[in-house]
């Protein structure tokens, strides 16, 4: 089993800068990659990006001159820089582990809201 621990959401203007982390404890061998979705009101969460322990990366839906993944080994720990952020990107932030494409766990979710 594993468990997830987000941080780093909040409010913030358009144009600020937001760095989510996403702390993993328990059986860290269950999984290769971490990532983040995002989830609208009323829609699906969607891929925003994933990295593997070993670097690659997949970033969905997500603007990567804007946003950035990282990992912190041994793979308990993985961070999204977000900077020019828009008022778009407001949702809920979730991490999750497990592979590039398939989540195997996730976190409970963070609030990332954009405005003025």
């Known amino acids: 089993q594993v468990e997830l621990v987000e941080s780093g959401g909040g409010l913030v203007q358009p144009g600020g800068s937001l760095r989510l982390s996403c702390l993993a404890h328990g059986d860290l061998l269950s999984f290769y990659a971490m990532g983040w979705y995002r989830q609208y009101p009323g829609k699906e969460r969607e891929l925003v990006a994933a990295?593997?322990?070993?670097?690659?990366?997949n970033y969905g839906n997500a603007d990567k001159d804007r946003f950035n993944i990282s990992i912190y080994n041994p793979q308990n720990t993985v961070y999204l820089q977000m900077n020019n952020l828009r008022p778009e990107d407001t949702a809920v932030y979730y991490c999750?582990?497990?592979?590039?494409?398939?989540?195997?766990?996730w976190g409970q979710g963070t609030q990332v809201t954009v405005s003025s």
């Open positions: 999750y582990a497990g592979s590039l494409w398939r989540p195997s766990y």
């Open positions: 990295i593997t322990t070993n670097g690659r990366t």
